[in-house]
């Protein structure tokens, strides 16, 4: 029989703002993430991601505002909190000369009850390497590293920071294994990436800042959904001249149109099937040949990249 997933608020934000001097940077944000729930966070550069994210960790206190992790006080109640997170940063901060055992070793004697340490490398696919020195390691193995440093104390809640920078596919595909497995066993977890791929695949939900504020907090699906144009996917068989490319960006239903290069053109429009017959009968008239014209929802990156653009308007 499987036990029952574990519910209520793992991490509470409210009225949370924080500024460095006349510069606000978080502006009185507010949300719940669930226990055993993966959100990802996302922003542009400057969004106040990073600041979120210390504040939620206990490294910086908001100016207004509470925060709770597992019901304490993160700043305050340092001694209960960190002993339940588990943090892999994007740069792990390792001493460059340390053997990968070792640091394993070093951080399994910070817990009362680690998981073993030679059971996370040979998962992370790093136990033949445990007598390479940190610096050896590449970008990815070094990123391996620091997620089976950060799940050794059996965390609670865990923070991933672009955990999957610098990996091949395979490499990828094995993290979000792995984050996956902590997920299913009750772990929360809040990733923060600039992927908009990795978002979409792991997230329960993706919380949008932009300028330190809360602008969408939904599921990949419901975001894809409810925001963002459809698009009409076109592939010509020869380009567009400018002249007819201005001419299709101004057809009917037509919000915008982005040109991917090689004939392939993204039409960006409320009403698809419009500019679909519009479309394509202007291509006959001028005996234009296409190989595909297809409608699909707008993916996670473009409901991304709207939602920022109409916040900066």
């Known amino acids: 029989m499987t036990a029952a997933a574990p519910s209520g608020s793992a ?38 991601k990073t600041t979120t994210i210390e504040m939620i960790e206990g490294y910086r206190r908001p100016d207004r505002g509470t925060i709770r992790v597992l019901q304490c006080d993160p700043a305050g109640d340092t001694g209960r909190v960190r002993p339940l997170v588990g943090l ?60 089976a440093l950060a799940l050794v104390g059996r965390p609670r809640i865990l923070f991933l920071d672009e955990p999957t920078a610098g990996m091949d596919p395979r490499a990828r595909l094995l993290t979000w294994e792995i984050v996956k497995e902590n997920q299913a066993q009750g772990v929360t977890v809040v990733l923060t990436t600039h ?78 099937a419009v500019v679909a017959v519009g479309l394509t009968s202007w291509l006959l008239e001028r005996e234009l040949s296409f190989n595909q014209i297809r409608i699909g929802r707008s993916s996670l990156e473009e409901v991304f990249l709207s939602l920022t653009e109409e916040a900066a308007e």
Do not use: C, W
């Not at 500024?19 to 969004?47: C, W």
């Not at 009850?113 to 390479?132: I, Q």
């Open 11 to 48: 991490i509470s934000l409210v009225g949370v703002s924080k500024s460095y001097g006349d510069r606000v940077v978080v502006a009185d944000l507010s949300l719940e993430v669930e226990i055993g729930e993966l959100v990802a966070v996302v922003g542009p550069n400057g969004a106040g």
């Open 88 to 147: 892999m940063l994007q740069e792990g901060g390792i001493y460059p000369t340390i053997k990968v055992g070792e640091v394993m070793r070093l951080f399994s004697s910070y817990f009362q009850d680690p998981e073993p340490g030679e059971a996370l490398l040979e998962r992370v696919g790093l136990l033949e390497k445990a007598d390479r020195r940190f610096r050896q390691l590449s970008g990815g193995e070094q990123q391996r590293l620091s997620l």
């Open 195 to 272: 992927s908009m791929e990795e978002a979409e695949r792991l997230a329960d939900r993706v919380a949008i800042l932009k300028d330190g504020a809360l602008i969408a907090f939904d599921s990949p699906e419901r975001l894809r959904g409810g925001s963002g144009p459809d698009l009409l996917h076109v592939e010509l068989t020869e380009p567009l001249t400018p002249d007819q490319l201005d001419v299709v960006a101004h057809l009917t239903g037509v919000d915008h149109v982005q040109d991917r290069g090689r004939g392939s053109y993204d039409l960006a429009t409320s009403e698809p």
